[in-house]
């Protein structure tokens, strides 16, 4: 395998998480951007992601698509920078629990939410992740008195996680709990995730 990176994303799409991951990782990277619609659906990009979207990591011959995974695969790939806890210790079962709530369960329950799905009462037990509320209390008591999600040190879970936070506060999909809050200012001010804000808003305008 090369050590080549390259990230498909959109400046406008999850891929933003993705690339501050990259930052935090400190390997070099190239990035394409693809527009929605066609390009995305070219038979190219399919042959990379079936679903036809952004984030992808191609890394050599390995090819990765879902954001959390991503973030996951490049804190195994690059032990070097620290971002994934040891195996087989309570830190990184923290790490394992809370990318994949993340991924799943709070990915699923904002979503439903911002598009006005609320489910039943009644019906909780069918959905996984039971109902936004749930949610919104589980995401509470994995940050609340944490200065990191896993363990004692800055993860990719507070990459992927976090910045779930982070986006949810910005654009109100999450209550503005002192939880919350307290979290994310402890780790809003990284320099990878700004360099990787302001390389990503650099393209806003030639990406669609």
């Known amino acids: 395998m090369t050590d080549d990176l390259l990230l498909y994303s959109n400046p406008m799409s999850r891929g933003r998480i993705v690339r501050w991951m990259l930052e935090e990782v400190g390997q070099p990277y190239r990035v394409q951007y693809l527009g929605y619609g066609p390009d995305m659906k070219a038979p190219d990009f399919?042959?990379?992601?079936?679903?036809?979207?952004?984030?992808?990591?191609?890394?050599?011959?390995?090819?990765?698509?879902?954001?959390g995974a991503i973030c996951a695969y490049l804190a195994a790939a690059f032990p070097e920078a620290g971002l994934q806890p040891t195996p087989g210790t309570?830190?990184?079962?923290?790490?394992?629990?809370?990318?994949?709530?993340?991924?799943?369960?709070?990915?699923?329950?904002?979503?439903?939410?911002a598009l006005g799905h609320e489910v039943p009462t009644e019906r909780k037990?069918?959905?996984?992740?039971?109902?936004?509320?749930?949610?919104?209390?589980?995401?509470?008591?994995?940050?609340?008195?944490?200065?990191?999600?896993?363990?004692d040190?800055?993860?990719?879970?507070?990459?992927?996680?976090?910045?779930?936070?982070g986006y949810g506060l910005r654009f109100k999909s999450l209550p503005a709990r002192p939880a919350?809050?307290?979290?994310?200012?402890?780790?809003a001010d990284r320099p990878a995730m700004k360099r990787a804000a302001e390389l990503?808003?650099?393209?806003?305008?030639?990406a669609a």
Do not use: C
């Open 180 to 187: 919350f809050e307290d979290y994310w200012a402890g780790i």
């Open 46 to 67: 399919l042959a990379l992601n079936p679903m036809g979207k952004v984030p992808v990591l191609a890394h050599g011959d390995a090819v990765v698509s879902e954001g």
């Open 90 to 113: 309570p830190a990184y079962a923290d790490y394992l629990r809370w990318m994949f709530f993340a991924a799943g369960p709070t990915e699923a329950a904002i979503t439903a939410r």
């Open 200 to 206: 990503d808003d650099a393209a806003l305008p030639v």
């Open 125 to 151: 037990g069918f959905v996984g992740y039971g109902s936004y509320d749930d949610v919104v209390d589980g995401l509470e008591r994995m940050v609340a008195g944490k200065t990191y999600i896993a363990g």
């Open 153 to 165: 040190r800055f993860s990719a879970a507070d990459v992927y996680a976090g910045a779930q936070i």
